[in-house]
């Protein structure tokens, strides 16, 4: 199984600011199948990029995902209140489906 | 809109059987797609368990197998899952999803809490 490690744990940034999580797999991940989630408190994960790079629909463009073969970036260009939240990255080209531990990013 | 139902019960015995039911709507189960079921222990991360296809294959996370099984009622549109011999380690958020197999898990149901406790 692909075990994917994001980095850091928690991200202290301010609104306004950029954000870059990462995640890094065990093992090359095919085919560039890496999601990645957001989770708001007491809500199901919601994909914001699929396809490592490609925002899925109604996802603000402030979002951006980037990587290939192990590893991976989320940007979030200009950090708005509503996203300080939890991430999850997940790769979905070698089952079983594994996700990462998650970032938790929050209001320095 | 395709939507999805947890329900089940919100406490089960330890060594007992944890059985679940998510009921779909706005979309037939039989008509394609993956559906699969989704855990997270409360405050931490999410780990795959199962799915389903609409022909009825089936694929169970390897730590769990022997123990977890997945089936679906066309009929009633929903899938279920049963887990044997839980223990406080299967204490989680369960959730069941539809996705496609080049597609991450796209749609969600709002998650069920489950409690393995005597």
């Known amino acids: 199984e692909i075990v994917l490690t994001q980095s850091p744990g928690t991200l202290s940034l301010s609104p306004g600011e950029r954000a870059t999580l990462s995640c890094r797999a065990s093992?090359?991940?095919?085919?560039?199948?890496l999601a990645w989630y957001q989770q708001k408190p007491g809500q199901a994960p919601r994909v914001l990029i699929y396809?490592?790079?490609t925002r899925a629909t109604g996802i603000p463009d402030r979002f951006s995902g980037s990587g290939s073969g192990t590893d991976f970036t989320l940007t979030i260009s200009r950090l708005e209140p509503e996203d300080f939240v939890v991430y999850f990255c997940?790769?979905?080209?070698?089952?079983?489906?594994?996700f990462g531990q998650g970032t938790k990013l929050e209001i320095k | 809109q395709v939507q999805l139902q947890e329900s089940g019960p919100g406490l089960v015995k330890p060594s007992e059987t944890l059985s679940l039911t998510c009921t779909v709507s706005?979309?037939?189960?039989?008509?394609?797609?993956?559906w699969g079921w989704i855990r997270q222990p409360p405050g931490k991360g999410l780990e795959f368990i199962a799915t389903?296809?609409?022909?009825?294959?089936?694929y169970y996370h390897p730590s769990l197998r022997g123990r977890v099984s997945i089936s679906m009622d066309t009929s009633k549109n929903h899938f279920s899952l049963n887990l044997s011999s839980v223990t406080a380690a299967d204490t989680a958020i369960y959730y069941c999803?539809?996705?496609?197999?080049?597609?991450?898990?796209?749609?969600w149901g709002q998650g069920i809490l489950v409690t393995v406790s005597s």
């Open positions: 093992q090359s991940v095919s085919s560039r199948y």
């Open positions: 999803a539809r996705y496609d197999i080049s597609l991450p898990f796209q749609y």
């Open positions: 997940q790769q979905y080209g070698s089952p079983p489906r594994t």
């Open positions: 706005g979309y037939s189960i039989s008509g394609g797609y993956y």
């Open positions: 396809g490592a790079s």
């Open positions: 389903i296809h609409h022909s009825g294959d089936t």
